[in-house]
Every structure is written in structure tokens, then in C-alpha cells.
């Protein structure tokens, strides 16, 4: 059995749940993925949690999922496993073997209460009391092959629910995880699923780590590209188009995130430069990055800004809304550890998360920062922030 936590915070609405998953390892990597959004370490595609969501492989050598922390509007007479109290942080237990890494996290915007959560080694959990106790899932549908499918993202939209994972597997489900019926899909699918987003009434968008998005209106049953080709391909056309380190690209993103208009930020998996993608745009745009450091992740603020992070510690915002390369630095007090992710509840909130439990918190959209102290204690990286239901994940 392992340890989870929960945190019980004054008034906290179910479109403000703040969730947080620990996962032990000895040497948790420099990176990671949705910001996922989504995100993976390394390879994987923060999480982007952003579970990502790139990080994006470093997924595979994590050793175990220590804890999950979730932020809830239950009342704190609510009964619970016996658990250390972190500031407002409280463990909770979760049922899972100590090798799995969990990568993402969502609930049923009409039952709040009712989650899941899911991971590699086929693991899929199911609350529906808020995060406070979790019971595990199993698709049969999964099960009868010889594959142990890594589950890499889950969204819903109603009580429309769908997952991605690896080897390539497509989830779906119309009773609110109820039941899930597995979708059909091509073997040429042109790289690793690490994202997917429910938009609407048998409607989906699927991303995937080299570039490619589709999207369906039939339930699965039929996808349509969104982009004409791969960002592999596009660089090839305008590697020569002044693009620093197009040439080193390895063909896949580090983390990718989506805003709710749908469109994209991307970093690629050095770091050394970003791409953006709008509805409509035939190609992602490759874009030079602004400051001197490689970049870690990039992300959208609530106003239509974007958020950037650079390798070794170091908060950035874009001047104004919309897409740019005009970013100003903001002090932050990361006590030198790197900062992972950025997740926004309104204009004015925001919370940011980073190596060895650093945690800081903004309430008047950006300008300062203020450092919670909440998992000063825990031997982690906090490494995905989340939003709408905000979620922290984390690995040591």
C-alpha cells in the first residue's frame, strides 16, 4: 500500500481541486511533463501533468509512486486514513505497487467527487468521494493482451471520458468511466500518444509526441489530421529559416500544452527553441527562444499569456497575451531548485512547482511570488501542476 496525501484548505470549490502525486525515486531526473496540459520527464510530454503530457521516457525507470496529494471541498470532519499532516496537506493511501509511476489525473465535471487516476503497469484508479480514497480499475478490454500498457492521459467532457497510452491503446467511455470501449487505430500512427483532450459530444483531440494532431467528431472511429505533417518534417523545410538548434532536433517535444481556445505550446527536447500551434495553421511554428538557458516547459496563463521556465531555476512571462518571444523574468524564491510547472485557477492566481518541494504561489497574476512550505518535508520534486482541477505530481 502506498501513502498519499490530501489537503483540506479553508474553501476550496471542486473547479479549484488541487491534486498532488509523489512518486519515490532515487534520482529524480532535471525534467518534467501538462502541464500538462501534460507531462512525462524526459521524453515524456509534461505531465501533462500534464501528464503531461517527452519528459518524456523517463517515465519507464521510475521506481515507485509514493503519494498523492489533492486539494478538495470536503469538510475537514471528513473521515480518512491515519496520515501525517503537511501544512494543510494530509496522506492518503493509494493502492498500488511500488514501481508504478502515475502520470495523470482528471474527474467527471459533472460528479466532481468521482476522479481516476492512471499510470504505467496498466494502473487505473477510481475515486468518488474526492480524492480520499482510491479503489483500482481494470479494463478487460486490456487486459487480454500480452501488452502492460503504459496510460499516459485522460480527459473528459461531461460524463464523456477518454485515455491514451502506450503501446498504442484509445480508451473511451460515455457513463463516466462506468464502462470503457476500446477504439480501433492505425499502426501508422506517426508517434507515441501522450495527450488527449475531450471536446465535445463524441468529439476528441489527440496530440502525439512528433507533432501530429487529429481529431474526431464519431467517437474514435474516425480521425482527421489537424496538421499537414510533423514537426520533424517542417524543420527539415526551414531548418535555414533562423531557428537556433532546429538542426539538433531529435523529433520529438519535451512538454506540450494545450489552452482552452485550443491552442498549442510546445518545447522542444533539448530546450534550445518553441513551437506553437492555432486551429487552422497547416504547420507548427518554430519559434527562437527569448532568454540564454534552455528552456524546461512553457505553458498558458489565464489571460492568453504565456508562462516559460528555464533549466536551473528561472520564471518568465510573455509581455502581453497571445503567442510572442518578448518575455520579462520574474524574481521567484526557488531556493536554487529548478521550477517544473506553472498552473493557473483564475487571472490572479497561479501556483508554481519545482525540484525538492519547492512551491510558490501568486495572487495578483504573476508580479510576485510567495513560497507555500507545504512539502518543504517530502523528499520530492513537484514536477506537474494542473488546471482546471489543478493537480501537483511529484517523484523521489
Do not use: C
Not at 106 to 119: C, K, N
Not at 173 to 194: F, H, K
Not at 282 to 294: I, K
Not at 314 to 336: D, M
Amino acid at each position: 500500500m502506498v501513502t498519499a496525501a490530501k489537503l483540506l484548505p479553508d474553501s476550496v470549490t471542486p473547479s479549484s481541486l488541487l491534486n498532488s502525486l509523489f512518486n519515490h525515486h532515487p534520482h529524480p531526473p532535471a525534467t518534467f511533463s501538462h502541464s500538462r496540459s501534460f507531462q512525462q520527464p524526459h521524453r515524456t510530454f509534461n505531465t501533462i501533468r500534464a501528464s503531461a503530457l517527452n519528459r518524456r521516457d523517463f517515465i519507464a525507470d521510475t521506481a515507485a509512486a509514493a503519494a498523492a496529494l489533492s486539494l478538495t471541498g470536503l469538510d475537514s470532519g471528513t473521515s480518512i486514513a491515519k496520515a501525517d499532516v503537511l501544512s494543510e496537506w494530509e496522506r492518503v493511501l493509494l493502492p498500488i505497487d511500488p514501481g508504478v509511476v502515475l502520470l495523470d489525473i482528471a474527474f467527471v465535471p459533472d460528479d466532481p467527487s468521482h476522479g481516476f487516476l492512471l499510470g504505467t503497469r496498466q494502473t487505473l484508479l477510481e475515486t468518488k468521494d474526492g480524492g480520499n480514497t482510491w479503489v483500482s480499475r481494470s479494463i478487460s478490454s486490456a487486459e487480454d493482451e500480452d501488452f502492460n500498457y503504459r496510460f499516459n492521459a485522460i480527459s473528459f467532457k461531461g460524463k464523456e471520458g477518454w485515455i491514451v497510452g502506450k503501446p498504442a491503446i484509445l480508451l473511451h467511455t460515455a457513463d463516466s468511466g462506468d464502462s470503457w470501449e476500446r477504439i480501433p487505430l492505425s499502426a501508422e500512427l506517426p508517434g507515441d500518444m501522450v495527450y488527449i483532450k475531450a471536446t465535445g459530444e463524441n468529439s476528441a483531440e489527440m496530440v502525439t509526441d512528433e507533432g501530429a494532431i487529429y481529431v474526431t467528431a464519431n467517437r474514435g472511429y474516425n480521425w482527421k489530421a489537424a496538421v499537414q505533417e510533423t514537426v520533424s518534417a517542417t524543420l527539415n523545410r526551414t531548418v535555414s529559416s533562423g531557428i537556433s538548434g532546429a538542426s539538433y532536433y531529435t523529433g520529438t517535444f519535451n512538454t506540450v500544452n494545450r489552452s482552452p481556445e485550443g491552442n498549442y505550446v510546445a518545447v522542444s527536447s533539448r530546450g534550445n527553441f518553441y513551437l506553437t500551434w492555432e486551429p487552422g495553421q497547416p504547420y507548427w511554428q518554430p519559434h527562437n527562444r527569448a532568454v540564454a538557458r534552455r528552456i524546461q516547459n512553457m505553458g498558458w496563463r489565464a489571460d492568453g499569456g504565456l508562462w516559460l521556465l528555464v533549466r536551473g531555476g528561472g520564471l518568465y512571462l510573455s509581455k502581453g497575451t497571445g503567442i510572442t518571444e518578448e518575455f520579462e523574468e520574474i524574481p521567484v524564491q526557488s531556493r536554487g531548485f529548478g521550477i517544473l510547472d506553472v498552473g493557473y485557477r483564475s487571472k490572479e492566481e497561479a501556483w508554481a512547482a519545482g525540484g525538492s518541494g519547492v512551491l510558490l504561489k501568486t495572487t495578483n497574476s504573476g508580479k510576485s511570488w510567495s513560497r507555500d512550505k507545504a512539502a518543504d518535508n517530502i523528499a520530492a520534486n513537484l514536477y506537474s501542476v494542473y488546471q482546471r482541477q489543478t493537480r501537483i505530481r511529484a517523484r523521489k
